[in-house]
Nanobody
Framework: QVQVTESGGGSVQDGGSLRLTCQLS????????LGWFRQAPGKERQFVAL????????IYADSVKGRFTISREGLRNTMYLQMNSLKPEDTATYYC???????????????WGQGTQVTVAS
Protein backbone atom coordinates (compact mmCIF):
# COMPACT_ATOMS: atom_id res chain seq x y z
CA GLN A 1 0.00 0.00 0.00
CA VAL A 2 1.35 3.37 -1.02
CA GLN A 3 1.72 5.90 1.78
CA VAL A 4 2.70 9.54 1.68
CA THR A 5 3.69 11.51 4.75
CA GLU A 6 4.62 15.18 4.88
CA SER A 7 6.57 16.97 7.59
CA GLY A 8 8.55 20.13 8.12
CA GLY A 9 5.87 22.79 8.23
CA GLY A 10 5.92 25.60 10.74
CA SER A 11 5.70 29.34 11.29
CA VAL A 12 8.26 31.78 9.87
CA GLN A 13 8.60 35.48 9.26
CA ASP A 14 8.27 37.11 5.87
CA GLY A 15 11.45 36.31 3.91
CA GLY A 16 12.20 33.17 5.90
CA SER A 17 12.83 29.62 4.73
CA LEU A 18 11.43 26.17 5.39
CA ARG A 19 12.10 22.73 3.99
CA LEU A 20 9.21 20.31 3.64
CA THR A 21 9.81 16.59 3.52
CA CYS A 22 7.63 13.96 1.85
CA GLN A 23 8.32 10.37 2.88
CA LEU A 24 7.12 7.78 0.40
CA SER A 25 6.50 4.10 1.09
CA UNK A 26 4.93 1.16 -0.62
CA UNK A 27 4.99 0.03 -4.22
CA UNK A 28 5.45 3.13 -6.37
CA UNK A 29 5.64 2.84 -10.13
CA UNK A 30 8.83 4.28 -11.61
CA UNK A 31 6.68 6.24 -14.07
CA UNK A 32 4.92 8.10 -11.27
CA UNK A 33 4.90 11.85 -10.87
CA LEU A 34 5.52 13.42 -7.48
CA GLY A 35 3.84 16.71 -6.72
CA TRP A 36 3.50 19.39 -4.10
CA PHE A 37 0.21 21.22 -3.78
CA ARG A 38 -1.12 23.74 -1.29
CA GLN A 39 -4.46 24.90 -0.02
CA ALA A 40 -5.15 28.15 1.78
CA PRO A 41 -8.29 28.59 3.91
CA GLY A 42 -11.33 29.17 1.72
CA LYS A 43 -9.42 28.51 -1.49
CA GLU A 44 -9.04 25.60 -3.86
CA ARG A 45 -6.04 23.31 -3.71
CA GLN A 46 -3.42 24.53 -6.16
CA PHE A 47 -0.34 23.14 -7.83
CA VAL A 48 3.07 24.17 -6.48
CA ALA A 49 5.73 21.93 -8.05
CA LEU A 50 6.28 18.48 -9.51
CA UNK A 51 9.08 16.13 -10.45
CA UNK A 52 9.32 12.68 -11.93
CA UNK A 53 9.76 9.76 -9.53
CA UNK A 54 12.79 8.87 -11.63
CA UNK A 55 13.93 12.47 -11.16
CA UNK A 56 14.07 15.50 -13.41
CA UNK A 57 11.63 17.43 -15.61
CA UNK A 58 10.61 19.69 -12.75
CA ILE A 59 7.76 22.16 -13.15
CA TYR A 60 6.92 25.05 -10.83
CA ALA A 61 3.93 27.30 -10.44
CA ASP A 62 4.73 30.84 -11.54
CA SER A 63 4.04 32.10 -8.03
CA VAL A 64 6.91 30.07 -6.54
CA LYS A 65 9.38 29.93 -9.42
CA GLY A 66 12.83 31.06 -8.33
CA ARG A 67 11.97 30.72 -4.65
CA PHE A 68 11.01 27.05 -4.22
CA THR A 69 13.04 24.00 -5.22
CA ILE A 70 11.77 20.45 -5.48
CA SER A 71 14.22 17.60 -5.08
CA ARG A 72 14.42 13.83 -4.62
CA GLU A 73 16.57 11.54 -2.54
CA GLY A 74 16.05 8.20 -4.21
CA LEU A 75 17.76 5.92 -1.72
CA ARG A 76 15.55 7.20 1.09
CA ASN A 77 12.44 7.43 -1.11
CA THR A 78 12.06 11.00 -0.01
CA MET A 79 11.06 14.22 -1.72
CA TYR A 80 11.72 17.74 -0.51
CA LEU A 81 10.41 21.22 -1.11
CA GLN A 82 12.91 23.89 -0.19
CA MET A 83 11.05 27.16 0.26
CA ASN A 84 13.04 30.39 0.37
CA SER A 85 11.98 34.04 0.47
CA LEU A 86 8.63 33.03 1.89
CA LYS A 87 5.77 35.50 1.68
CA PRO A 88 2.54 35.76 3.69
CA GLU A 89 0.63 34.62 0.60
CA ASP A 90 2.50 31.30 0.79
CA THR A 91 0.57 30.52 3.98
CA ALA A 92 -1.34 27.27 3.37
CA THR A 93 -1.49 23.58 4.12
CA TYR A 94 1.03 21.86 1.87
CA TYR A 95 0.36 18.41 0.49
CA CYS A 96 2.57 15.83 -1.16
CA UNK A 97 0.96 13.59 -3.77
CA UNK A 98 1.74 10.81 -6.22
CA UNK A 99 0.20 10.90 -9.66
CA UNK A 100 0.03 8.81 -12.78
CA UNK A 101 0.32 11.62 -15.33
CA UNK A 102 2.86 14.36 -15.96
CA UNK A 103 0.48 17.23 -15.30
CA UNK A 104 -0.13 20.13 -12.96
CA UNK A 105 -3.81 19.20 -12.74
CA UNK A 106 -4.89 17.67 -9.47
CA UNK A 107 -7.15 14.88 -10.69
CA UNK A 108 -4.48 12.28 -11.71
CA UNK A 109 -2.88 12.47 -8.26
CA UNK A 110 -4.43 9.64 -6.30
CA UNK A 111 -2.20 9.22 -3.26
CA TRP A 112 -2.11 12.12 -0.82
CA GLY A 113 -0.53 12.87 2.50
CA GLN A 114 -2.30 14.48 5.43
CA GLY A 115 -0.70 17.86 4.81
CA THR A 116 1.63 20.10 6.80
CA GLN A 117 0.83 23.69 7.76
CA VAL A 118 3.05 26.56 6.67
CA THR A 119 2.38 30.00 8.14
CA VAL A 120 4.30 33.09 7.05
CA ALA A 121 3.86 36.14 9.24
CA SER A 122 4.25 39.65 7.84
Amino acid sequence: QVQVTESGGGSVQDGGSLRLTCQLSGRILSSSILGWFRQAPGKERQFVALTRYRGGSDIYADSVKGRFTISREGLRNTMYLQMNSLKPEDTATYYCAIGSQYTTNISPYNHWGQGTQVTVAS
